[in-house]
């Protein structure tokens, strides 16, 4: 694929740390953990660069510089995979200067927005207004900032969080609904019934996806489509997995 593709989003660390348990403590009700193993990958906006590349090679990321610092630390048991606990570190995320982007260089900008301070609304919508191709997946409620955008991705609780909508953005809208695939324009796409062991990173690696496919085919109903098989795919391992290239994706 020649078209190029620009990520832009802040990015953190994603570590997990699988343990095994026994016994509760006895001093206070909590579960004695004992460490088995521990990986980490990077995450956010990182993570849709890393999905994004397993499917094609023409993609650049402006993101954080002091990503590696910002990690979110997950407590999992080792055999069902249940969380424990959640820590994340609060280092300040600095704003980024937009106006130094190089948006003309690129076929379709993807906006991976985790609404921790990298991006203002004033920023997206300086993106949206000088480029015809661009991709938000946000934590922002959805308002008029995102009118000139292209489409915009988000999970079901997010788009219950930004009603009401107008109905210009509302037809811009795919929210994903976990086990039961996507929803655009009034249009269910559904998904392959599995076993779900883990949907950390799923929704980066249903964006990575989607943009991917679209900016092949100018297609969205086909990306939809595509975007909801590779997340399919990725929830069926533990951790944050990434996107394992089909053979065939004409």
Same mark, same amino acid.
């Given at each position: 694929?020649?078209?190029? %593709?620009?990520?832009?989003?802040?990015? *953190?660390?994603?570590?997990? #740390?699988?343990?095994?348990?026994?016994?509760?403590? !006895? @001093?206070? !009700?909590?579960? #004695?953990?004992?460490?088995?193993?521990?990986?980490?990958?990077?995450?956010?906006?990182?993570?849709?660069?890393?999905?994004?590349?397993?499917?094609? =090679?023409?993609?650049?990321?402006?993101?954080? /510089?002091?990503?590696?610092?910002?990690?979110?630390?997950?407590?999992?048991?080792?055999?069902?995979?249940?969380? $424990? +606990?959640? #820590?994340?570190?609060?280092?300040?995320?600095?704003?980024? &200067?937009?106006? =130094?982007?190089?948006?003309?260089?690129?076929?379709?900008?993807? %906006?991976?927005?985790?609404?921790?301070?990298?991006?203002?609304?004033?920023?997206?919508?300086?993106?949206?207004?000088?480029? @015809? *191709?661009? $991709?938000?997946?946000?934590?922002?409620?959805? @308002?008029?900032?995102? &009118?000139?955008?292209?489409?915009?991705?988000?999970?079901?609780?997010?788009?219950?969080?930004? +009603? !009401?909508?107008?109905?210009?953005?509302?037809?811009?809208?795919?929210?994903?609904?976990?086990?039961?695939?996507?929803?655009? &324009?009034?249009?269910?796409?559904?998904?392959?019934? %599995?076993?779900?062991? @883990?949907?950390?990173?799923?929704?980066?690696?249903?964006?990575?996806? +989607?943009?991917?496919?679209?900016?092949?085919?100018?297609?969205?109903?086909?990306?939809?489509?595509?975007?909801?098989? *590779?997340?399919?795919?990725?929830?069926?391992? /533990?951790?944050?997995?990434?996107?394992? /290239? !089909?053979?065939?994706?004409?």
């Amino acid at each position: 694929m020649n078209k190029k %593709i620009l990520i832009v989003g802040e990015s *953190c660390r994603d570590i997990f #740390v699988y343990a095994d348990t026994e016994r509760l403590a !006895p @001093d206070v !009700p909590v579960p #004695v953990l004992k460490i088995v193993k521990q990986t980490e990958n990077p995450g956010m906006a990182k993570n849709v660069e890393r999905n994004v590349k397993a499917l094609c =090679k023409s993609c650049d990321i402006i993101t954080n /510089k002091n990503w590696r610092s910002i990690t979110k630390t997950r407590y999992m048991h080792e055999k069902t995979n249940h969380g $424990f +606990l959640r #820590v994340d570190t609060n280092h300040q995320i600095p704003r980024i &200067n937009v106006r =130094k982007l190089p948006l003309k260089h690129y076929d379709l900008i993807a %906006i991976s927005d985790y609404n921790k301070g990298f991006l203002a609304e004033d920023d997206i919508q300086y993106i949206c207004e000088r480029h @015809d *191709c661009v $991709f938000v997946d946000t934590k922002k409620p959805v @308002d008029s900032f995102l &009118n000139r955008c292209t489409y915009i991705k988000i999970n079901k609780k997010e788009y219950e969080g930004s +009603l !009401p909508l107008s109905e210009h953005l509302k037809r811009k809208i795919i929210f994903t609904k976990g086990e039961h695939g996507a929803e655009f &324009n009034g249009t269910h796409y559904p998904t392959e019934k %599995i076993e779900v062991k @883990d949907s950390s990173g799923a929704g980066d690696s249903f964006f990575a996806a +989607l943009i991917v496919r679209y900016v092949e085919t100018r297609d969205i109903k086909e990306a939809i489509r595509f975007a909801n098989m *590779c997340a399919t795919q990725v929830v069926q391992h /533990k951790g944050v997995s990434v996107i394992q /290239k !089909p053979k065939k994706t004409k």
